[in-house]
């Protein structure tokens, strides 16, 4: 019986490199026993140091595991995970356990709650005149806080950019705290990623001169409706789009409320995971899809700490059937997952087999991208598809490239350009990809037909 998923969607599952090379250990019949799947989860028992109860929810993939890691999903989900893709005649279909079916009712019961809040109305508010006493502090903490950074970035220029090469990244990093403290996180992060430039490639000077330029185009654009001088130039979805990259939240009710609805066939185009700068001990995961119907890209952010699950588990290298809800704003790209329709098929069960959409050559990707920008310019990752490129290597493979037909290439980033090649087989391929501005990150492959995820921890 199969669970709709393949051996790389598996892999894209993994925490880490350890846990995907360990999955792969377990995923043999002599390590499990009373292994079954019905239509609705897969189960097993492992034995390890005890005998520890592994299940797995189908409807969209969640694993639960006795064993003590706090890694989600740890070895054995994984190992339970390739036991039914490798070899499905090791896991017979049967009716739930007691353990597995208790599970599920729990975890159906809590996603009914989650979507009775998601449902219900936003509150109003208790004491009015308290919220525009903490708005007014807020806003005057935001606007101390700016006017030191733009001070501090004016004798940067003035003093001159060599300056920074040999200066720790403390530098950087008091400037983000203080940011903080004045209550602009949003802005912080923008400093935070100034530390990794100086120093960090030839061109590192215009580099760090352009995002010095992106901060200060937001400390202008955000003046110009944060003070009653002067006519209002910008619209409502830019006003949330500044105050956003500044630092204020919208709750879940506001986003509800004011975020367009799509709903569409995605293609879970694939993932990126990294550790967020401003905590050590949380992770960021970016899943990117785009509507087959819609035409437009969409970026689900969820967020880890101390390798706790996201709080949706989105596997990579398929279709979903969705209604997805965007954060209102200038450029509509953030969203979250607001109905997963009950007819719609497992991601595995839907793989990608259309023709890949995307610009046909890299100079229409860098116009589109130019267009996007001049709407929306702070936006550091982007989604890329192109249509039919070629990988590239020079140095004996210090370094890569993407090349179109017309001879114009893009730099790479990441590890996995030999995996990439490999599959290609130094043939024109449809890729999806995330970008930088500076490089692209390949997340997936098409060719002859088949979407393959390059990504994962294999």
């Keep these: 019986m199969g669970i709709g998923l393949t051996n790389e969607q598996v892999m894209a599952m993994a925490p880490d490199a350890a846990s995907a090379n360990a999955g792969k ?19 097993g028992e492992c034995q390890g140091s005890a005998l520890y109860q592994v299940r797995v929810d189908l409807s969209n993939y969640g694993v639960a595991c006795s064993c003590p890691s706090h890694k989600f999903p740890c070895k054995h989900g994984l190992g339970l995970l390739l036991l039914a893709v490798q070899s499905p005649e090791a896991v017979p279909p049967a009716e739930p356990p007691d353990w597995v079916a208790s599970w ?39 606007d101390q806080g700016l006017n030191t950074l733009e001070l501090w970035l004016r004798d940067l220029v003035r003093t001159g950019l060599a ?31 100034m530390a990794g430039i100086p120093g960090a490639s030839p061109d590192w000077p ?7 330029g992106r901060i200060a185009l937001l400390i202008q654009a955000y003046r110009q409706f944060a003070t009653a001088d002067g006519p209002l130039l910008l619209d409502l979805p830019m006003q949330d789009e500044i105050q956003r990259r500044i630092g204020w939240t919208l709750s879940q009710e506001d986003i509800t409320a004011r975020g367009e609805m799509v709903d569409d066939d995605w293609l ?31 970026l689900i952010l969820q967020y880890s700490v101390m390798n706790a699950p996201y709080p949706e588990v989105i596997v990579p290298g398929g279709r979903l059937l969705a209604a997805l809800r965007f954060w209102p704003g200038a450029e509509l790209l953030r969203a979250r997952i607001e ?25 229409t990707f860098l116009q589109a991208m130019a267009e996007r920008l001049a709407r929306q310019p702070w936006q550091t990752q982007n989604l890329c598809l192109l249509r039919s490129v070629v990988p590239l290597c020079e140095d004996n493979g210090a370094r890569w490239w993407l090349q179109d037909s017309h001879g114009d290439a893009l730099p790479l980033a990441g590890d996995n350009h030999w ?24 997340m997936g492959v098409q060719h002859e037909g088949r979407y393959t995820l390059l990504g994962g921890n294999e």
């Design 104 to 142: 599920l009712a729990k975890r159906a019961a809590s996603q009914e709650k989650k979507q009775e809040q998601l449902a219900k109305p936003a509150k109003e508010t208790a004491n009015p005149a308290q919220q525009a006493k903490r708005a007014a502090q807020k806003a005057t903490r935001v």
């Design 339 to 363: 109905i997963r329709h009950p007819a719609s098929p497992l991601p595995g069960d839907a793989p990608i087999l259309l023709p890949l959409p995307g610009a046909p050559d890299i100079a």
């Design 206 to 212: 215009r580099r760090l001169l352009d995002h010095m």
């Design 25 to 43: 250990k377990l995923a043999i019949p002599r390590t499990w026993q009373h292994v079954g799947c019905s239509d609705a989860a897969l189960w």
């Design 419 to 442: 995996k990439l090649l490999a599959l290609t087989g130094g043939n024109p391929v449809a890729i999806a990809a995330e970008w930088d501005g500076e490089r692209l990150r390949v």
């Design 268 to 298: 879970l185009l694939g993932q990126v995971v990294e550790q967020d700068e401003a905590h050590s001990n949380m992770l960021m995961q970016r899943t990117w899809l785009y509507g087959v119907h819609s035409q437009r890209p969409a």
């Design 163 to 193: 300056s920074v090469e040999s200066e720790s990244a403390q530098i950087w990093e008091q400037q983000a705290k203080r940011l903080v403290d004045a209550q602009a996180p949003g802005v912080a992060a923008l400093v935070r990623q």
